[in-house]
């Protein structure tokens, strides 16, 4: 059951990635198409300081990246899931937050590798991976059985300024 789960995670974090992936593959043509410049234009342009904040993580053995991040002022660990709409928490790690869902919280629908399952929809004030902070954050709860891991979704991810996953590498920007 553990490699089902595992197999389809990674089918869904492929899922997320290929999509960037094929447009980086076209621009790079593109760029090659290019008829060739003169040696003046060819030098490297100055780049601009920028006053924004990137962090770069690099990823796992398996390809995964897992980042530490704070809510609220308080630690969890998150594995980066483009394919997660929002973010998701273990109810083992909200309870540590001060999330506690009653029965009846759970109103929302999810499909996971075992099938759909009731999530608990909760707004995070603050969420912040080294020093990338995003206010007002959706996120669900989920089930301890149903997820593994806390999952660092799109409802984090689309809010920071630029994120760019390559060559197991995973560039925030804000």
């Known amino acids: 059951?553990?490699?089902?789960?595992?197999?389809?995670?990674?089918?869904?974090?492929?899922a997320g990635i290929m999509p960037r992936v094929m447009n980086?593959?076209?621009?790079?043509?593109?760029?090659?198409?290019?008829?060739?410049?003169?040696?003046?234009?060819?030098?490297?342009?100055p780049q601009q300081v920028?006053?924004?904040?990137?962090?770069?993580?690099?990823?796992?053995?398996?390809?995964h990246f897992q980042v530490e991040g704070s809510v609220d002022g308080r630690r969890l660990d998150f594995m980066v899931d483009t394919g997660a709409t929002v973010v998701a928490l273990r109810e083992?790690?909200?309870?540590?937050?001060?999330?506690?869902?009653?029965?009846?919280?759970?109103?929302?629908?999810?499909?996971?590798?075992?099938?759909?399952?009731?999530?608990?929809?909760?707004?995070?004030?603050s969420l912040e991976i080294n020093g990338i902070r995003v206010y007002d954050v959706s996120a669900i709860v989920i089930p301890d059985h149903a997820l593994s891991v806390n999952l660092l979704g799109m409802s984090f991810l689309a809010r920071v300024r630029r994120f760019e996953m390559a060559n197991g590498r995973l560039v925030m920007e804000q």
Do not use: H, W
């Open 92 to 125: 083992r790690d909200a309870g540590k937050l001060g999330i506690f869902p009653s029965p009846r919280d759970y109103t929302g629908l999810t499909a996971t590798a075992n099938g759909t399952i009731k999530v608990a929809p909760v707004r995070l004030s």
């Open 50 to 63: 920028s006053n924004y904040r990137t962090v770069t993580v690099q990823s796992d053995r398996q390809g």
């Open 24 to 45: 980086r593959v076209g621009e790079d043509q593109a760029v090659a198409a290019q008829p060739t410049r003169s040696v003046e234009s060819a030098r490297p342009q």
């Open 1 to 14: 059951m553990k490699q089902i789960l595992a197999f389809a995670f990674v089918a869904m974090v492929i």
